[in-house]
């Protein structure tokens, strides 16, 4: 510009220029929440005071989707650990002895709770909390055998039961590792270490799957994510654990038995090892905070972060919202969505036969919860639907075996969905651990992150994250222009759901209205932590 205008440039034009870059930034930044929004979502409490940062920029997050992938890259990371370093995790559920790679040459030596200890005995310093509530108590057996043989303190893993309510739970399912003389690798999203949830994209419950431990209904398939975080939001993730862990209340219940020794903060300098945008978000219940006592440093007045992020996302979207959640069954956040159809050209959820509730006990058909899930997910997506000139948007899908129809038979015909992934125009997505149920977004302990590379489109870092879960469902490669747009690729999930044998199937739950057995149950394990 200067050589055009013979070294000088006009003042107008000056402007033009930084207006351009100005406007570029404020592009990416406006998916995100202001710290006024975030503290306005803690009830005034600041979140940048307790060493959270509002947003981070240079990080990088590897999405690690299905289980294989990603017990291959916890089992490197805890086989990494060494003198000095520091593990941490917040589980909802675990079973110690699921193997991260059945397919080693000594599948054993891979158990959860073998690395575990191993890395303790490397005086790799471990920290775990496992959620305990009124229908979980994984954490009891798994602790004691970490806090034997792998702990040089008194107590390493503890049962965590500083949650609002009975059914209330911390659903956060997260990992950090803190390598003292590098960096901080940490993992968000969906998935426990626990039964069923080794598998890969073919989700065609191989030899080496059937040797691992079931969970309470063995499914042929599971889909789950996680996502391995490196930069400062990493280290976001590792302090929030770090805060709950120096929380100062007691652990309700088992407070005798364990003792949560105060840890000291301490990391390695941060770094910038990718180009992505991520700001951590959170529920962490008013009531748990306020009524209970818990949170004191982390939220002492709870943090509503991540229903004000969803909130903003879908309200911000201008092509197409996707939904892909077990649950789908919370008003507040679907009104959200349904709020958003006339702006946008479509809605694609991804979601669970309401019948996977179901159990067999004593000979008898269990179906309550199954009802109540039927009851509350039909009332929720009817809201998508309330406006009948702007239905046509809506598509509904659950995932099945190809070339079976979806029986009570689990093992044999489903591929259950366990991941909590929602985006938005090929530009921002916010992936963790929260589903769209009422205790996830008012009550339980949860994490997620808000992520964008400041692009749009389909090669983007949420347009290739799209493409990648598309293909899995649709059993297409990435490069498939038929996932290049996501009208094109609705289409396809409309075709192959009409065949009834593909691994796509529409779904809509039944209207079963409601009954008092249903609400009993939604109220145990929906608990609302609304002050």
Known sequence: INAE?????PSSMRAVVILVVLGSAMASDSWFLTAQELDVSRQGSSRS????????????IIPLVNGKPFMASLLADINAAGNGDSIYSTMFEVNGDVMLDPTAPDPSSTKLTTVLIAAGKRN???RILVNDNIYLHSGLAFCHQINSHGCSISTCCAPETRHHAPGGSVHSKAWSFVY???EVVSYVGSMDVTGDRWDDQSHDDDTARETEPDDINHFHGWHGDMFRVRGAAAYDVARHFWLQWNDPAPLPDYGLFYKLKPMAWSVPAVGSPGNLTVQLTRTLGCKGAVKDGFYRSVAPKGEYSYAAAFKKMVAKARSYIY??????FYDDALQAVADALPHVDAVI???DNATAFSTHFAGVDVTVASNMRYFHQRRCLDLLTKNASLAHKVHVFELAREGYALTGNFSKTWLYTHSKNYFVDDEFMLVGSHGIERTGWTNDIELSVGVTDGTSGPDSVVGKFRRSLF???LQLTVDDPKLATVASAVAEFERQSALGTARVRSYWPLDIGDTKPEDLVYDVYEPDGRC
């Not at 939904?323 to 789908?328: G, H, L, S």
């Open 471 to 473: 293909a899995e469902f």
């Open 124 to 126: 790799a310093s471990l």
């Open 5 to 9: 205008y013979g070294g000088q440039t």
């Open 49 to 60: 005071a307790t060493g959270i940062v509002d947003v981070s920029e240079g990080n990088e």
């Open 323 to 328: 939904m892909e959640d077990q649950f789908v």
């Open 349 to 351: 959820i991804v979601t």
């Open 180 to 182: 003292h003389s590098s």
